[in-house]
């Protein structure tokens, strides 16, 4: 059986991944606010000028891809998951709904063997929002890519060809 201290080692493993996911989604959003912050005035000529009236339908699909990317930060910023119906004595939430006085007396009660448990749980539990968090940032940065370079696209065949 896995010992306490291991189990902990694991969680702790686990959260450091995180909120390295976190740490990448806040640098993304700041990017992703910060350059069409910049382009404002470029964007509201692709889409009003009837010069570029061609583009158009490519510089939306961008902005919608844009859009969609920013949607996604925030889902990796929230991601968690359901309480399984198991109260933990690790788990922030479960231990802020117990009295101060329930918790020590859950506390002094618990052996290692169950200790060791509620952390494989809580183990579990960080590994699926972990999971969460990397798969939806993955889908982030790649729709960005893609609204990215569809807009680089357009200046560039705008600058070649007029």
Same mark, same amino acid.
């Given at each position: 059986m896995?010992?306490?201290?291991?189990?902990?080692?694991?969680?702790?493993?686990?959260q450091t991944l995180t909120r390295a996911a976190d740490q990448k989604?806040? #640098?993304?959003?700041? @990017?992703?606010?910060? /350059?069409?912050?910049? $382009?404002a005035e470029s964007l509201k000529e692709w889409f009003l000028s009837p010069v570029?009236?061609?583009?158009?339908?490519?510089? #939306?699909?961008?902005? @919608?891809?844009?859009? /969609?990317?920013?949607? $996604?930060?925030?889902m990796v910023l929230m991601a968690r998951t359901?309480?399984?119906?198991?109260?933990?004595l690790t788990f922030f939430g479960d231990?802020?709904?117990?009295?101060?006085?329930?918790?020590?007396?859950?506390?002094?009660?618990v052996d290692d063997?169950?200790?060791?448990?509620d952390f494989a749980d809580q183990a579990w539990v960080c590994a699926?929002?972990?999971?969460?968090?990397?798969f939806l940032l993955k889908w982030t940065i790649r729709v960005l890519a893609w609204s990215w370079g569809l807009m680089l696209l357009c200046y560039f065949v705008r600058g070649m060809w007029g």
């Open positions: 896995i010992s306490t201290s291991a189990a902990e080692r694991i969680v702790d493993r686990i989604a806040s #640098a993304l959003g700041i @990017v992703q606010t910060g /350059v069409p912050a910049l $382009l570029l009236a061609p583009y158009k339908p490519f510089v #939306a699909a961008a902005t @919608v891809g844009w859009i /969609v990317s920013l949607v $996604l930060t925030t359901q309480n399984r119906g198991r109260k933990s231990i802020s709904s117990l009295s101060i006085e329930d918790y020590r007396s859950q506390l002094d009660s063997a169950a200790l060791a448990h699926g929002i972990c999971n969460r968090k990397y």
